[in-house]
């Protein structure tokens, strides 16, 4: 499987939040992420990268309430993609 990321043990706090499925919209590989500290205050926004193509992305809880949909920065950020992203 090409985005296989094997299950980590649970840390301290990882069972207070719920875990929300999202897909990259470019590379289209399944994560999973727990809400950020402005979701949890009603500002329903936070952000990440896609482990597989490494595009920065906009993350938010869909309206149904059981998953996150995930945007890549387009507007004001360029994506880094690829090569480009140093880790």
Known sequence: ???F???LP???G???QAL???R???CNCAHKARPSLMMIHNLNRGGGRCL???TLLHL???DDGTRMEAEAYQDDLEPFVGEDYAS
Do not use: G, H
């Open 1 to 3: 499987m090409r985005c």
């Open 5 to 7: 990321i094997p299950p």
């Open 10 to 12: 649970a840390a301290v």
């Open 14 to 16: 990882d069972t207070l």
């Open 20 to 22: 929300y499925s999202f």
């Open 24 to 26: 990259c919209p470019l």
């Open 52 to 54: 597989e193509c490494k």
């Open 60 to 62: 938010k809880i869909a």
